[in-house]
């Protein structure tokens, strides 16, 4: 929030959203610090490194409580008001629990990090649930697995019979939805795995093995380039599904430019006769075989093998090297 701690905050060290507007002599935000500036004795003109330890931990955290008075002059009248300033770090914790705006969280995400709870090592559970075993797995041990390592778990699993009565109808919900999540091609995730990693592909066929193992129908789904970060060996299993929903009484839009997609497809809606401003026509509609007939579909000049990308006969030569160097998860920037 502070990157550059050789300015002061008159010119403008502090780069927080909300807060670029205290160099504004006329903003809230400004008359706040004014206001803390009086009654804690520092000036808003000091370098912040030049701050004292007590008003870092006042800037940063806050008064623990104690009020100021904030003379503030707004478009709706002027008045004084007792404020308890809240610190830097709980004014953007705060923000970003009120905001509805997905710009304004990414934004407040970039000055968080994740860090493991001091006491369970980030496994999420106090000790007691912790102690809880199946198969001599605790529940974090079994989650942390990837799902085909699960499934592998859940299959050599040995019960005595009071624990298989007891267990039973869970046991056969937490298979059927380790099947699924196989089915749609995501044995490699980890039941552990955050939201936030997951590719839009992955993302909706998690959301599609849930809605297989609700066993809705009558229901219209519209899904985006399921494929995405999918290796094409699993494409089957993704037709697999998308069609399975369908035979449930279900409609299934797919907007997709995967071959396999398109060759399974009822019907096939082809907009073009270009990308972006240069499409938007129906060039054809109609089954594979029908859109391939189709003199006037570049998509079916493709399918049918009148046109091709061929392999080119000579591969060009790299003339340089880039080398990244302590790169790690999602830190690198262009």
Not at 16 to 26: A, E, H, I, R, Y
Not at 219 to 235: C, K, T
Not at 263 to 268: G, S, V
Request: with cysteine; net charge neutral.
């Amino acid at each position: 929030m502070i990157p550059d701690k050789s300015l002061s905050i008159d010119d403008g060290a502090i780069v927080v959203l909300g807060w670029q507007s205290c160099t504004d002599k006329g903003s809230y935000t400004r008359a706040v610090l004014e206001a803390l500036a009086k009654e804690y004795k520092f000036r808003l003109d000091t370098p912040f490194q030049d701050y004292p330890e007590k008003i870092h931990d006042l800037l940063i955290y806050g008064t623990g409580g104690r009020e100021v008075k904030v003379h503030y002059k707004s478009q709706r009248g002027e008045g004084v008001y007792d404020v308890a300033f809240e610190g830097l770090i709980e004014n953007v914790n705060r923000r970003y629990k009120e905001t509805f705006s997905e710009s304004s969280k990414a934004e407040y995400e970039s000055y968080m990090r994740i860090t493991p709870c001091p006491v369970c090592k980030g496994q999420r559970l106090k000790k007691e649930s912790l102690a809880v075993t199946v198969g001599d797995l605790n529940i974090f041990e079994a989650t942390n697995m990837s799902i085909v390592k699960f499934k592998e778990f859940m299959d050599g699993l040995k019960l005595s019979q009071m624990h298989q009565t007891i267990g039973a109808s869970i046991l056969k919900e937490i298979r059927a939805r380790i099947c699924f999540l196989i089915d749609v091609g995501l044995d490699y995730l980890s039941m552990s795995r955050a939201t936030g990693t997951l590719s839009g592909g992955e993302a909706q066929r998690i959301r599609l093995a849930t809605q297989i193992g609700s066993g809705l129908v009558g229901v219209a789904y519209i899904l985006d380039e399921p494929s995405i970060g999918l290796h094409q060996r699993d494409n089957d299993k993704l037709l697999k599904t998308l069609t399975h929903l369908r035979d449930l009484g279900n409609s299934v839009l797919v907007v997709e430019h995967d071959e396999d997609t398109m060759r399974a497809a009822d019907c096939i809606v082809d907009i073009g006769p270009g990308a972006g401003e240069h499409g938007g026509e129906v060039i054809a509609m109609g089954t594979a075989r029908e859109i391939m007939n189709n003199k006037n579909s570049i998509t079916g000049a493709y399918l049918s093998g009148r046109l091709k990308i061929p392999v080119p006969a000579e591969r060009r030569k790299p003339t340089g090297w880039i080398t990244v160097r302590k790169a790690a998860e999602n830190n690198l920037k262009t």
